[in-house]
């Protein structure tokens, strides 16, 4: 009877997850949306893409708002993507490091955004796409749960960075680069 109750306990955290839960993948989900939405709108308006960028940064700084009030409470919160176990899949953890981490990454990417259309997103078409693939594996990195994950959006994060690094041509952004 026992090995009955905790079967079907665990059923039950499965068939209504909390609802909190699902908002963990938002700060990585909305870069990885938006990043190429904007490298094709960029081909055509640069002001739509400009929308888009802020758009997402004001999206993310929501998301983080909402993240870290969630995590005060002291409780870590796990999110496994696709229900897989955590060897196998991607497991993301939110607690109040990652949380203000996230918070405090969203800041600064506004905070960039603004500086940044001030001219400097016009030296190459790519800025706006660049800078969100780059928040989403910042944003990864500080949610994921494991070291090979953490590889991985370390490395998404790192292409995106060469990319803003040579972003506006010259010889010495090149080699730089």
Do not use: C, K
């Not at 953490?150 to 080699?175: K, P, Q, W």
Request: charged share 15%.
């Amino acid at each position: 009877a026992r090995t009955m109750s905790i079967w079907t306990r665990r059923n039950r955290q499965r068939e209504s997850p909390d609802a909190m839960n699902h908002w963990i993948i938002l700060p990585i989900l909305l870069p990885a949306i938006i990043a190429p939405l904007v490298a094709l709108t960029m081909r055509y308006d640069v002001v739509l893409a400009r929308v888009f960028s802020f758009a997402s940064a004001a999206g993310l700084l929501a998301f983080a708002l909402i993240l870290t009030v969630a995590a005060t409470d002291g409780r870590i919160e796990h999110y496994a993507l696709g229900d897989w176990a955590a060897p196998f899949g991607i497991v993301l953890v939110l607690d109040r490091l990652s949380a203000l981490m996230l918070l405090l990454t969203a800041l600064l990417a506004f905070m960039v955004l603004l500086y940044a259309v001030n001219g400097w997103d016009r030296r190459g078409r790519h800025f706006h796409s660049l800078f969100q693939f780059q928040l989403m594996g910042i944003n990864g990195a500080f949610l994921t749960g494991d070291f090979f994950n953490l590889f991985v959006f370390f490395e998404v994060l790192l292409i995106a960075s060469y990319g803003l690094m040579v972003h506006g041509g010259g010889e010495a952004r090149v080699r730089a680069g």
